[in-house]
């Protein structure tokens, strides 16, 4: 009998129970029905404010206004022209993370169906920087290969492929207190290693195909010398030799500085002290002379994802004419007539601005990211320079002397190598 009433009881109580639960989960579903809250076309929307004024990227801002809706989806807001992550909104409040790189002083638009507003006061935006050392240990005596934190290098020129592999062209020709030095090197940051892949190797500034991980850089010992660094073959360096066509106009010295690849064609491209910009097949090394400019070095290449097959290169102040410490494009699908030099005056200094009237002072390695900023590193100048991919105005201001070689988020020193994050 006691059992009886314990089991009649118990049940009792699990269909109390599981009455409260339907009750509490209909009035759970009858106020998330309340929360939603869809914008109204025919009523205005309004902004009223917003907080905090300034941020870096990724920043949490709160917006206020009327007829926002509930549907982050439905809204879109932008600082200057970058749109931002729109986290959440109540109708009357949402909240939305700052783009990256949209400008020093920007403007917040936010657009809900056909409706398009501007905030009245603009939102400051801050660069966060954070430098650390990769390789090296400040010494020169002599290079070393192994840990990283033991490693010693004179790190010339560098890339990044697409595993985040760092490759180094270490170069020293032993003047002054410096050591004979001709060394190629991998970085594993995840192993905390620095390989040695190639000894005696004079190399420029390199480049990695993104689509292959196959990674070329230009040598001097002949007219058309590079090397390749095959990931299938663990990057061992292997020499190779253009084949230049008949009647062509191949350049009378070696010096070529840099190679790119171009993502949509596949070319590897390089640009000699003479002129020439050649475009190079390879897989059968066969090479095309594109176009010729006026004379001079550059040590910089690179292609924009936001402006396909428009290749960007950096112009060295030895050189003649127009193209002296400047920053030049040429769209390679069309070279014959869209060279054209897209910074200002040639002569070296430095200036922020539009690029237009900016200036650099022997501009050396340059980068662009996935967004279409470019980096720019000047071998003369105090500071490295980063432009919008449509050229509105310089970012980041000069504040310390870097070292003359940039690429990626990575640049390099005499005697070390150093990564630096720019939360943008």
Same mark, same amino acid.
């Given at each position: 009998?006691?059992?009886?009433?314990?089991?009649?009881?118990?049940?009792?109580?699990?269909?109390?129970? /599981?009455?409260? &639960?339907?009750?509490?989960?209909?009035?759970?579903?009858?106020?998330?029905?309340?929360?939603?809250?869809?914008?109204?076309?025919?009523?205005?929307?309004?902004?009223?404010?917003?907080?905090?004024?300034?941020?870096?990227?990724?920043?949490?801002?709160?917006?206020?206004?009327?007829?926002? !809706?509930?549907?982050?989806?439905?809204?879109?807001?932008?600082?200057?022209?970058?749109?931002?992550?729109?986290?959440?909104?109540?109708?009357?409040?949402?909240y939305?993370?700052?783009?990256?790189?949209?400008?020093?002083?920007?403007?917040?638009?936010?657009?809900?169906?056909?409706?398009?507003?501007?905030?009245?006061?603009?939102?400051?935006?801050?660069?966060? *920087?954070?430098?650390?050392t990769?390789?090296?240990? /400040?010494?020169?005596?002599?290079?070393?290969?192994?840990?990283?934190?033991?490693?010693?290098?004179?790190?010339?020129? &560098?890339?990044?492929?697409?595993?985040?592999?760092?490759? *180094?062209?270490?170069?020293?020709?032993?003047?002054?207190?410096? +050591?004979?030095?001709?060394m190629?090197?991998?970085?594993?940051?995840?192993?905390?290693?620095?390989?040695?892949?190639?000894?005696?190797?004079?190399?420029?500034?390199?480049?990695?195909?993104?689509?292959?991980?196959?990674?070329?850089? +230009?040598?001097?010992?002949t007219?058309?010398?590079?090397?390749?660094?095959?990931?299938?073959?663990?990057?061992?360096?292997?020499?190779?030799?253009?084949?230049?066509p008949?009647?062509?106009?191949?350049?009378?010295?070696?010096? $070529?500085?840099?190679?790119?690849?171009?993502?949509?064609?596949?070319?590897?491209?390089?640009?000699?002290?003479?002129?020439?910009? *050649? $475009?190079?097949?390879?897989?059968?090394?066969?090479?095309?002379?594109?176009?010729?400019?006026?004379?001079?070095?550059?040590? !910089?290449?690179?292609?924009? +994802?936001?402006?396909?097959?428009?290749?960007?290169?950096?112009?060295?102040?030895?050189?003649?004419?127009?193209?002296?410490?400047?920053?030049?494009?040429?769209?390679?699908?069309?070279?014959?007539?869209?060279? $054209?030099?897209?910074?200002?005056?040639?002569?070296?200094?430095?200036?922020?601005?539009?690029?237009?009237?900016?200036?650099?002072?022997?501009?050396?390695?340059?980068?662009?990211?996935?967004? !279409?900023?470019?980096?720019?590193?000047?071998?003369?100048?105090?500071?490295?320079?980063?432009?919008?991919?449509?050229?509105?105005?310089?970012?980041?201001?000069?504040?310390a002397?870097p070292?003359?070689?940039q690429?990626?988020?990575?640049?390099?020193?005499?005697?070390?190598?150093?990564?630096?994050?720019?939360?943008?």
């Open positions: 009998m006691n059992s009886n009433i314990k089991l009649r009881f118990l049940c009792h109580l699990l269909m109390a129970a /599981g009455a409260v &639960l339907s009750v509490l989960m209909s009035c759970n579903d009858s106020e998330n029905d309340k929360e939603r809250i869809p914008y109204d076309p025919s009523i205005p929307v309004v902004l009223d404010s917003f907080y905090p004024d300034s941020g870096i990227y990724l920043e949490k801002v709160m917006m206020t206004g009327k007829n926002f !809706g509930t549907d982050p989806e439905q809204i879109r807001v932008y600082f200057n022209q970058k749109k931002a992550a729109v986290v959440g909104s109540t109708g009357t409040r949402m939305v993370l700052a783009p990256r790189l949209p400008g020093d002083l920007c403007t917040i638009s936010v657009a809900i169906g056909n409706d398009s507003l501007v905030y009245d006061r603009q939102f400051k935006y801050k660069e966060s *920087v954070t430098v650390t990769i390789a090296g240990n /400040g010494s020169y005596a002599e290079y070393r290969d192994g840990d990283l934190a033991n490693s010693i290098l004179l790190p010339r020129y &560098l890339c990044v492929d697409n595993e985040n592999n760092i490759f *180094v062209i270490s170069r020293s020709r032993g003047a002054g207190t410096f +050591p004979y030095i001709e190629i090197a991998r970085i594993d940051e995840e192993a905390n290693e620095l390989i040695t892949v190639g000894r005696n190797v004079v190399g420029n500034a390199p480049c990695a195909d993104p689509a292959t991980g196959m990674i070329s850089f +230009p040598t001097e010992h007219v058309g010398s590079f090397y390749t660094l095959d990931p299938k073959e663990m990057w061992a360096p292997r020499f190779r030799e253009m084949k230049w008949t009647g062509s106009d191949r350049p009378v010295e070696s010096w $070529k500085h840099c190679m790119v690849v171009n993502p949509d064609d596949g070319f590897i491209y390089t640009r000699y002290q003479e002129g020439q910009i *050649v $475009k190079i097949n390879p897989r059968t090394y066969e090479v095309e002379v594109i176009y010729k400019t006026t004379t001079g070095n550059s040590y !910089g290449l690179t292609f924009n +994802p936001k402006t396909p097959n428009i290749l960007y290169m950096s112009f060295w102040g030895d050189g003649t004419g127009v193209t002296t410490n400047s920053i030049c494009s040429i769209d390679v699908t069309d070279p014959g007539v869209t060279f $054209k030099k897209i910074s200002g005056s040639t002569v070296g200094g430095f200036r922020d601005g539009p690029l237009e009237t900016a200036q650099f002072n022997n501009p050396s390695q340059i980068y662009c990211d996935e967004d !279409g900023n470019m980096y720019v590193a000047g071998l003369q100048n105090t500071c490295g320079h980063t432009n919008m991919h449509n050229w509105p105005t310089k970012r980041g201001k000069c504040e002397k070292p003359s070689i690429m990626w988020n990575l640049i390099s020193s005499k005697m070390a190598l150093i990564r630096i994050f720019i939360r943008m």
